[in-house]
């Protein structure tokens, strides 16, 4: 069991807060947030101090973080303070839902992983990802460092997600597919190919129908 300081004070941070006291072993002891973004002193009823000040009152050598920051910027906030919070000696927890379901998958550090999702044989998750509930990681799959899988996403076998890449709301990845780095998968998108660095896909939004719901036959 670790001592924990959990890293936000939004939905994120309070989600954070709840499985891990309602789900795990982790005692989470203080929250922390950037100096300029402290505003209360308490949150959940327990201490928000500021960042910079966090080493001194709570040191690495007895408490360890949780920064489950969203994929703003393409993850690049979460990643800063990842890895700003390791410079400066902190071990970051992972936290793996009881009702996920994975068979010896490797997991790196800082890792967030809701309920229902299926992570079958061979894979393995990096540091500092974010797998929001309900996917399916298919077998041999290597989700890369820094990445956020949202709800209900299917990745097929075989598959290399590459670091900071964001997966958006019921997309599909084909089997034996490259997603490059920093690539942006929008909802109910569907890869078949190989993508390359820094690569935007975002499916057409569905269109208005021109017949209003209370003209609808049958309804």
């Given at each position: ?43 959940h009823n327990l201490p928000v101090v ?36 390791k410079s400066k000696g902190y071990r ?45 990681i298919g077998h041999h799959t290597a ?77």
């Amino acid at each position: 069991m670790a001592k924990v300081v959990v890293f936000g004070v939004g939905q994120i941070a309070e989600l954070a807060h709840f499985y891990l006291t309602n789900d795990s072993d982790h005692e989470v002891v203080a929250f922390t947030v950037d100096n300029e973004f402290l505003e209360n002193d308490s949150f959940h009823n327990l201490p928000v101090v500021d960042y910079e000040g966090l080493i001194e009152k709570y040191p690495p050598a007895e408490y360890e973080m949780f920064i489950p920051i969203s994929y703003k910027k393409v993850n690049k906030l979460r990643v800063e303070k990842f890895e700003d919070a390791k410079s400066k000696g902190y071990r970051c927890i992972s936290y793996i839902s009881s009702k996920a379901t994975y068979y010896n998958t490797l997991v790196g550090e800082n890792c967030f992983i809701f309920e229902n999702n299926i992570i079958q044989p061979f894979t393995s998750i990096g540091d500092n990802c974010i797998l929001w509930s309900g996917n399916h990681i298919g077998h041999h799959t290597a989700i890369k460092d820094h990445c956020f899988i949202a709800s209900h996403v299917v990745i097929s076998g075989n598959v290399t997600i590459g670091e900071s890449s964001f997966l958006g709301v019921n997309c599909t990845i084909s089997d034996n597919i490259n997603i490059g780095k920093s690539n942006v998968i929008g909802s109910s998108a569907v890869i078949f190919k190989n993508t390359d660095d820094n690569s935007v896909y975002s499916p057409a939004e569905t269109e208005k129908s021109k017949v209003p719901s209370n003209r609808l036959r049958g309804f």
